[in-house]
């Protein structure tokens, strides 16, 4: 279940490099995309917080540290909570109407984001959150 969920966790993150490379399009002329509602440090925050759970994932692979392994399990669900905040703020610009809001969601760069790659990442992360959890408890 270790692999599995490092696999996960894996493919996850690369999900998440593609959205990211997408959201620095912002200022970049030729996409038109020139803001963003997503806080930068959010953004940055959930990203590193992932990449720092992953590599002490790593860790607890090769320590099998039972300590290490609940509190990267805890990281995980922190970074999965700021990723349902910047959904939740991507979702709500999605879904606005309105006269200028199709304006707007042209110069969004979160906007250009393709909607199953974001529904994707989140279903990734919900089954690395669980992956986690049930090689933690030993399953598997």
């Given at each position: 279940?270790?692999?599995?969920?490092?696999?996960?966790w894996?493919?996850?993150?690369?999900?998440?490099?593609?959205?990211?490379?997408?959201?620095?399009?912002?200022?970049?002329?030729?996409?038109?995309?020139?803001?963003?509602?997503?806080?930068?440090?959010?953004?940055?925050?959930?990203?590193?917080?992932?990449?720092?759970?992953?590599?002490?994932?790593?860790?607890?692979?090769?320590?099998?540290?039972?300590?290490?392994?609940?509190?990267?399990?805890?990281?995980v669900?922190?970074?999965?909570?700021?990723?349902?905040?910047?959904?939740?703020?991507?979702?709500?610009?999605?879904?606005?109407?309105g006269?200028?809001?199709?304006?707007?969601k042209?110069?969004?760069?979160?906007?250009?984001i393709?909607?199953?790659?974001?529904?994707?990442?989140?279903?990734?992360a919900?089954?690395?959150i669980?992956?986690?959890?049930?090689a933690?408890?030993?399953?598997?």
């Amino acid at each position: 279940m270790e692999l599995a969920a490092l696999g996960l966790w894996i493919a996850t993150i690369m999900g998440g490099l593609y959205m990211f490379g997408i959201l620095l399009r912002t200022g970049n002329t030729h996409s038109g995309a020139t803001e963003t509602h997503l806080p930068t440090t959010a953004v940055f925050a959930h990203g590193s917080l992932a990449v720092f759970g992953l590599g002490g994932w790593a860790v607890y692979m090769g320590y099998r540290d039972d300590v290490l392994g609940w509190v990267v399990l805890g990281t995980v669900v922190v970074v999965a909570l700021g990723g349902g905040l910047l959904f939740l703020r991507w979702h709500k610009d999605r879904r606005a109407t309105g006269p200028h809001s199709e304006a707007v969601k042209a110069r969004l760069a979160e906007q250009q984001i393709p909607s199953p790659v974001v529904h994707l990442h989140g279903a990734l992360a919900t089954f690395t959150i669980l992956a986690v959890l049930l090689a933690l408890l030993g399953v598997g």
